[in-house]
């Protein structure tokens, strides 16, 4: 029996044979964000009239003061600013004009927030700045600025504050954009609600991103996914009337060593038939987080023109309740040839991506990282900031750990624990995708992706959240780009450039 509707299937022409009269969308997701204004950042040029920002230390406030005009260091005590991180002293100059800002960077040395400097985006008026005053990192603040810019306007006007910043002369102002505009396609993707993201609009989106550059797309869709063997992406997803696919990009030369990049591309988790309370169901928009985050990553690697030729796979479905929706106890064949007994249908990302991991590795590349919101036991371990990840590859790990504190995009090595893939032996099939017990869940869910890689000289799985539950500098509530900056860094490095 075909998918009702459903007229194509594989096909490297994805676009118009996706759409269908039932399915087409009406509003392509652009395909690199342009959430952020242009020329946000200014080169220094002597015609560009700028407020200068004085950067200010707890320790440096004193000194500070000592050069400071009375008029200064009055308005400066009657405030009460004493320089605390994130804090911040308008200044007026005679005429009545803004004439600076005095930030206060707390003890200094970043410690306290990496991005502090984030907040002249969101908290002052209009105007293009300077930084003067006690030395900061100035790409680092560039960067702050400008992830703390970001605003998702897609629903409402655009709320682009008219604040800009005017970076010295060695801040490479490019590859700060590169990183900051790949950041807000993943936060894009995110936020955009399920009605308007689904499985089709993800592929669209993903299918622009790579075309853009010049790479080339294939799309395996509906039933087309059993004939193509990927029966698991098939089963989590038929029970949604929005087909689920398979979305297989390439990039770059294909000479040049082979890196994969896998995203979990579920647009809705309602759970299935093991269905979510309302409570856990309310953010599950976001449960495409990896496949956005991996895309993110990709337009940097793209952009940059590393020299990698780059895969991209992003299982795309909605996992939904109907009649033939897949159900608790089934077994399912997978393409790596395992029987997968199902325990819960909520635990459907570990499928998708087994499936994707399996078509992945099966090119024998020489990195493999996969991106997936995949469980909630990872925000248990480690709180919403700080995704957990998983290797064998002691080096590939190393190089994570040291780009992860360079660029401050925290994450943290949790072990691959080989004697918990015991905990998911079935009775009647060659594995059980969870586990009986609520023991080291994200820890399992990695076992359990590692039993279909094989050939990948490294792989690395990164268990992220995607959202920011409440503002900080340089992170706005909301969808959230984990991990793909650490991991352009390491690329950055492994492969040089
Ligand atoms: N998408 C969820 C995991 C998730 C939940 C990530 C909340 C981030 C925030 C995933 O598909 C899921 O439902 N996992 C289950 C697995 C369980 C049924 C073994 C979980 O973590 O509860
Ligand atoms: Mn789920
Ligand atoms: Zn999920």
């Not at 900080?472 to 959230?480: A, F, I, R, V, Y």
Request: aromatic content about 6%.
């Amino acid at each position: 029996m075909r998918l009702a509707g459903l007229a194509a299937g594989t096909t490297t022409d994805a676009r118009p044979r996706l759409r269908t009269a039932f399915f087409a969308s009406n509003q392509r997701v652009a395909p690199v964000s342009d959430s952020l204004a242009p020329d946000i950042l200014l080169a220094p040029d002597a015609s560009v009239a700028s407020v200068p920002v004085t950067c200010v230390s707890t320790d440096g406030l004193e000194r500070y003061l000592g050069d400071a005009s009375p008029s200064v260091a009055g308005w400066v005590a009657a405030n009460g600013f004493k320089a605390e991180a994130g804090s911040m002293l308008r200044l007026a100059g005679e005429d009545g004009a803004l004439a600076g800002v005095l930030f206060g960077l707390g003890k200094g040395h970043g410690e306290e927030d990496p991005f502090l400097l984030g907040k002249l985006a969101t908290d002052l008026p209009a105007g293009t700045y300077r930084l003067e005053g006690e030395a900061v990192d100035a790409g680092r603040a560039a960067l702050g600025f400008l992830l703390s810019a970001y605003r998702f306007d897609r629903y409402r006007k655009r709320t682009d504050k008219g604040v800009r910043l005017v970076t010295p002369g060695y801040v490479d102002r490019d590859e700060v954009v590169r990183i900051a505009k790949g950041v807000a396609l993943a936060r894009d993707l995110i936020n955009i609600p399920a009605n308007d993201l689904g499985p089709v609009e993800l592929a669209d989106a993903a299918i622009d991103t790579v075309v853009a550059y010049g790479g080339t797309d294939r799309v395996i869709v509906g039933e087309d996914l059993l004939a193509e063997n990927l029966p698991m992406v098939h089963a989590v997803g038929k029970a949604s009337s929005r087909h689920p696919r398979l979305v297989d990009l390439a990039w770059g030369n294909p000479d040049h060593p082979k890196v994969t990049l896998v995203g979990k591309g579920v647009c809705f988790d309602s759970g299935g038939l093991d269905i979510k309370p309302g409570s856990a169901m309310a953010l599950m928009k976001k449960d495409m987080g990896g496949a956005a985050n991996v895309l993110g990553l990709a337009t940097m690697i793209m952009d940059a023109e590393l020299p990698v030729r780059l895969r991209v796979l992003i299982p795309a479905v909605e996992n939904s309740i109907s009649g033939n929706a897949f159900r608790p106890g089934d077994v399912l064949p997978s393409r790596k040839g395992l029987n997968v007994e199902i325990g819960n249908t909520d635990a459907e990302g570990r499928l998708i991506l087994a499936d994707a991991l399996a078509l992945g590795d099966e090119e024998h590349p020489d990195l493999m990282l996969d991106l997936a919101t995949l469980t909630g036991a990872a925000r248990v371990a480690l709180g919403p900031d700080l995704p957990p990840f998983y290797t064998d590859d002691d080096a590939l790990a190393g190089a994570i750990e040291k780009a992860s504190v360079a660029v401050a995009d925290p994450l943290w090595r949790m072990p691959l624990w080989k004697p918990y893939l015991k905990m998911m032996d079935s009775k009647i099939a060659d594995i059980n995708h969870i586990t009986s017990a609520p023991f080291a869940g994200s820890v399992t869910a990695a076992l359990f992706l590692s039993r279909f890689v094989e050939h990948a000289r490294s792989w690395a799985h990164f268990d992220i959240y995607g959202w920011t539950p409440t503002a900080k500098p340089g992170k706005p509530e909301g969808g959230e780009g984990q991990a793909i900056r650490a991991l352009y860094a390491m690329l950055k490095e492994r492969y040089g450039k």
